[in-house]
């Protein structure tokens, strides 16, 4: 009747409503069959009617339909039976509405993830054409709020893109340490009973059922959100084969087994969204009275969406506390995890069931990753950690990179989030003996000065005044084949060194502490990550003085005058360099005295004192001469030269400039001194006027430190190349000149 009033073709409502007009006419023409109420919302909603009036006029017929003794619904022929409804036993009409509206409750508060929505719309929204159903598995670990993007898309799906007709849900109980993973048959066994199969008629094997609820869905615009999955196999049969049908699927684990599947990685999330979960639960005007203390409780909660939620649970039901109570709370050395908890829910039971769920291998690696004192780690570090092979390590690495207990940023290099290195921390402080503990923690500090010592003993030689003995290097120890894959590794490790150095002084360790800090030095004053050197060297002359080494102490001290020199601590400079002085003089150690003496003529040279820059500087350089030391001769006359250039003796200046480039291609010498060498060329041509072979010299040291990856030293090179070309009037170049590094 309304089909006539409205004036509609059956072709015309097919389009409206998704239904076959072969199966509109067979309903609508023979009164004696009830079509389910699935396709009947579906011709309500396509014809813009009040969905309740309809839905329980339905329920009258039907209930009508029952006490005749009629079969409550029908299929035409070839038609989906989908949302029928449930047969065996005593069931209401109300069941068929749950057969249609399975999904969990949204939540008001959902905020972020809009570039993952985005995508997912993109994946999911109905497309001309489309053969395959779209397969979307939501991935990421414990807490990113997998289960609720999953909810939320649905929701929007239903409401925006007319997925009305089914939405199924199940929780596969993938993540469950109490109760096993859900049975596919089970849960295919629900499905079917919801989409009206009753129990006399349901098959008895897994792949019939598949079968029948693929037929089910057939045509129909359902909704299948599968909860919690434990792998490819169980989710297999439960998906649809109508291309009409939208399947999501969230898993701690990959699936990169189910053909056909999108991937979507769930990160924490980015510091704005967690700041604006945050104000969503507890209120913009708490956070916009203290949005720096807002900002630090998200970060400490490590931006990780559950934790955010959590937190803003407890400050929503205590109104009297300031963000800056509860961040104190949450400070370092403070029980962050179980802050994280409210009402049943914590952050340390997520991360608990991830944990049980994994074999005991994986545990035992799980936490002696704990013991890591850095930011991330590769096979050979675990290797040593766990007392295995790097073979071996990597093989339960990536175990635990699939479980996504551990994340990757680059290839063969994992990390932890920060609130799962916590978790893994407690993990192995319970469950691993003090002894073992310090027995892989000595392992580990014991191969990382031996790796670095290597390291430094191929960049910079001449820096190296301490050597190990090869014969005590642990298992796995890298060798280093050319300067650059020195420094690579050194780039690649530099805050796990200097972590190491922090926790071999908290565990006793201190010979092992400022060896390790003293072999990191070539690369600090090549890298300059000032905040850094300085932190580590404060703490190693430290360690130096408790392990009793006075010549540790003296190159410590040297090495963070250098720091604080170039960081322009000037007074903190000189003291250093007069006590690292102090120390040589009275050990007897004429190199170190030597080298020393030099630095602190480079620090006079800084601060404008000419003259007692020019005689400590000549002063080291007699006794390089006696010690026969060219390699330290060469520094020390180009620094010479830069004194003399900066008193404006350019003659002299130069002259040393080139004696310290002959003797270094005579002897050979680190390449960033080289390239130091010839930018300083470059320098004093162009205070000669000489800008022509300014340039010169200044494009050699430009290709060098590119190819040695000197960032800094780039930046400097062509800023002076810069200055060059505009003496040279070519103000067309020196805006080219000047806009890189790249």
Not at 231 to 249: D, I, K, M, Y
Not at 327 to 340: I, K, S, T
Not at 356 to 367: E, K, L, P
Not at 441 to 468: G, K, Q, V
């Amino acid at each position: 009747m309304l089909r006539r009033e409205r004036g509609l073709s059956y072709k015309q409502l097919e389009r409206r409503s998704a239904i076959a007009a072969s199966t509109l006419q067979y309903w609508m023409t023979r009164s004696v069959r009830l079509m389910a109420w699935v396709q009947v919302r579906a011709v309500v909603v396509a014809l813009d009617e009040p969905e309740e009036v309809w839905f329980d006029r339905w329920k009258w017929t039907d209930r009508e339909s029952t006490r005749n003794g009629r079969p409550d619904t029908d299929a035409a022929p070839g038609a989906s039976r989908a949302g029928h409804r449930v047969a065996d036993g005593p069931r209401s009409a109300a069941n068929s509405v749950l057969a249609r509206s399975q999904l969990p409750m949204d939540i008001r508060e959902f905020t972020g993830r809009a570039a993952e929505l985005r995508r997912m719309y993109d994946a999911l929204a109905p497309a001309e054409g489309r053969m395959a159903v779209p397969v979307l598995v939501i991935t990421g670990m414990a807490g990113v709020g997998k289960t609720r993007l999953a909810i939320h898309v649905a929701h929007q799906l239903k409401r925006h893109f007319r997925f009305g007709d089914i939405q199924l849900y199940a929780d596969l109980r993938g993540n469950s340490t109490s109760r096993p993973a859900a049975d596919p048959a089970a849960v295919l066994e629900a499905f079917l009973h919801l989409l009206g199969v009753p129990t006399r008629d349901m098959p008895r094997d897994l792949e019939a059922r598949a079968a029948l609820f693929r037929d089910r869905l057939d045509g129909r615009r359902a909704i299948v959100l599968l909860d919690n999955a434990a792998g490819e196999e169980q989710v297999r049969p439960l998906l649809p084969g109508s291309a009409t049908c939208r399947v999501l699927v969230t898993s701690r684990r990959g699936l990169a087994g189910l053909d056909g599947a999108q991937p979507v990685i769930l990160k924490a999330f980015t510091p704005t969204e967690a700041v604006a979960q945050l104000s969503e639960v507890i209120g913009e005007h708490r956070v916009a009275a203290e949005p720096e203390v807002a900002a630090e409780i998200v970060r400490r909660c490590g931006y990780l969406p559950l934790a955010v939620a959590l937190a803003a649970r407890r400050l929503q039901a205590r109104p009297a506390w300031t963000l800056a109570d509860f961040a104190n709370r949450l400070r370092p050395g403070a029980d962050r995890l179980g802050e994280l908890a409210v009402s049943g829910r914590a952050v340390r039971t997520t991360f608990g069931l991830s944990y049980g769920r994994i074999s005991a291998a994986q545990r035992r690696t799980f936490r002696f990753l704990g013991l890591h004192p850095g930011l991330d780690f590769t096979p050979r570090t675990t290797a040593v950690l766990t007392d295995t092979t790097p073979e071996a390590a990597e093989d339960q690495l990536e175990q635990l990179l699939d479980e996504h207990l551990l994340d990757q940023a680059t290839a063969g290099r994992y990390l932890f989030h920060d609130l799962v290195r916590t978790y893994a921390r407690e993990c192995v402080d319970e469950d691993e003996p003090a002894d073992g503990r310090a027995a892989a923690m000595r392992r580990m500090h014991t191969w990382y000065l031996h790796a670095a010592d290597r390291a430094s003993h191929l960049l910079a030689p001449r820096l190296c005044r301490f050597t190990l003995d090869p014969a005590r290097a642990p298992r796995w120890t890298p060798n280093f084949a050319t300067h650059q894959e020195a420094l690579d590794w050194c780039d690649a490790e530099h805050l796990n060194l200097t972590a190491t150095v922090r926790q071999a002084i908290d565990h006793g360790q201190d010979d092992t502490a400022w060896r390790l800090a003293a072999s990191m030095l070539y690369f600090f004053t090549v890298r300059r990550h000032w905040d850094e050197w300085i932190r580590t060297y404060e703490a190693a002359v430290g360690a130096a003085r408790r392990a009793g080494s006075e010549l540790g102490e003296a190159k410590l001290l040297d090495g963070l005058a250098m720091a604080y020199r170039d960081v322009g601590r000037f007074p903190e400079s000189l003291n250093g360099f007069r006590k690292s002085l102090e120390i040589y003089r009275r050990v007897g150690d004429r190199l170190g005295e030597a080298q020393t003496q030099g630095n602190l003529g480079e620090a006079y040279r800084h601060l404008g004192r000419f003259d007692a820059a020019v005689n400590a500087i000549q002063r080291s350089l007699t006794t390089f001469r006696e010690l026969d030391d060219r390699r330290h001769r060469i520094v020390g006359v180009n620094n010479l030269g830069k004194t003399y250039r900066a008193q404006g003796r350019l003659e002299e200046g130069l002259d040393c400039h080139l004696r310290a480039w002959d003797l270094c291609e005579q002897d050979g010498i680190d390449h960033h001194t080289a390239a130091s060498i010839l930018n300083d060329l470059g320098e004093i041509h162009l205070s000669l006027g000489r800008s022509d072979r300014a340039i010169d010299y200044y494009r050699e040291t430009l290709s060098r430190r590119r190819t040695l990856g000197d960032r800094h030293g780039e930046a400097e090179t062509l800023r002076d190349l810069g200055r060059c070309y505009q003496a040279e009037a070519r103000a067309d170049t020196a805006p080219t000149a000047t806009s890189r590094p790249r």
